[in-house]
């Protein structure tokens, strides 16, 4: 479910629309929608015209993709929004960590009031599939973003116990650092590797990573697998922040500067008290809903072994780990500016 989407079909002729869909994820989608699919329409829904004008001239010639301006805030845009869509991936949210901590009721009116619209939009418009997006930091929370995502996956979750007789479902995908992502920790030290010196925040501090690539796809076989109530998780590698600091600046000094307000040491995704509730799937698990309609043994996912009593997913307890060519390819792939250079001295010495 992570490397490739098993099957672009159930797609075909279907209008899907992308909240936040401007973003990294939003253009990832929308490029393999538009590349692999026979869908009648990519609808993205954002606030921010400039970006969905750079990302018209980004899939220029693209009959199928249509935009459409709109906060998920507001209940009567999402609804008109919503009328004549299929399947809706759910990706707008308020993210940055210390912003949530000085402007929590912002992050509470988009990231839980927001997704309770998009709940009911889907439900009103008769939308037949919704995945949201979370993040590790919606497995016991410690900030108020983390906490405001896990409002969120818990009010779609709930969403399949009222929807009645109508055909929409909703499910969940959770997954850590997208690779080269905007604000993450591969561009920053790409950036600071210039002075001479990289702030790590603790010696063991350890990361789950998956390419966006990776992310879509997963985020789409989720849209296409999914019986509704499932949060789901794919298994990804980790990799300890001083051995990408090591990789992407081997001459520079590592100052340990100490965790961040709101930061955990190791990131987690399966947290123990869903351990007892989580299926082994293969390549992901998927965390069961606790609620009355959910029945595993009717819905697809008979004879898929139980997790073990106790069992936590995070990124120190981690079975798969990324090894520094894999790091290395990834941050080659991302193409980015700053790490030319650096991507040149790794091709000399292969070379020598």
């Known amino acids: 479910m992570i490397n490739r989407v098993d ?21 990832q989608l929308a490029q393999m929608l538009l590349r692999h699919s026979k869908a009648r329409r990519v609808i993205v829904l954002s606030r921010d015209e400039f970006k969905q004008y750079t990302m018209q001239q980004t899939f220029a010639g ?22 004549g869509a299929d399947y809706v991936i759910h990706a707008a949210a308020l993210k940055q960590v210390p912003a949530a901590e000085y402007n929590p009721f912002e ?63 909703f499910a969940v995908v959770r997954y850590g650092n997208v690779v080269g992502s905007r604000g993450s920790v591969i561009p920053f030290f790409l950036e600071k590797r210039k002075t001479g010196s990289l702030p790590i925040t603790h010696p063991d501090m350890t990361r789950f990573w998956i390419t966006l690539e990776q992310a879509a796809n997963f985020v789409l076989n989720a849209l296409r697998h999914m019986q509704g109530g499932e949060i789901f998780v ?18 520079c000094r590592q100052d340990i500067v100490g965790i961040r307000p709101g930061e955990k040491l190791h990131e987690m995704l399966v947290e123990p008290e869903a351990g007892r509730n989580t299926l082994d799937c293969g390549t992901h698990y998927v965390i069961q809903p606790v609620l009355g309609f959910w029945d595993s043994s009717s819905n697809g996912y008979a004879g898929m072994p139980r997790c073990p009593e106790g069992f936590a997913y995070t990124s120190g307890n981690n079975h798969r780990w990324v090894s520094p060519e894999e790091m290395k390819h ?3 792939e991302l193409d980015l500016p700053a790490a030319k250079d650096l991507v040149e001295s790794w091709q000399e010495r292969l070379l020598v």
């Open 330 to 332: 990834m941050i080659r």
């Open 62 to 83: 693209a009959e199928a993709l249509r935009f459409f301006l709109g906060d998920v805030r507001d209940k009567d845009r999402l609804r008109r929004a919503f009328e």
């Open 107 to 169: 992050f509470i009116n988009t990231n839980v009031l927001g997704a309770q619209n998009v709940i009911n939009a889907a439900l009103d418009t008769g939308v037949r599939r919704v995945v949201a997006l979370s993040t590790d930091k919606a497995a016991n929370p410690i900030n108020l973003y983390g906490a405001t995502k896990l409002c969120s996956d818990k009010l779609f979750v709930a969403g399949n116990s009222y929807r009645g007789p109508r055909d929409t479902g």
């Open 234 to 251: 794919p298994k990804i590698p980790s990799m300890r922040i001083t051995d990408l600091a090591r990789l992407i600046g081997p001459e």
């Open 7 to 27: 099957d672009y079909g159930f797609l075909e002729g279907k209008s899907v629309l992308i909240t936040g869909g401007t973003g990294s994820l939003g253009n």
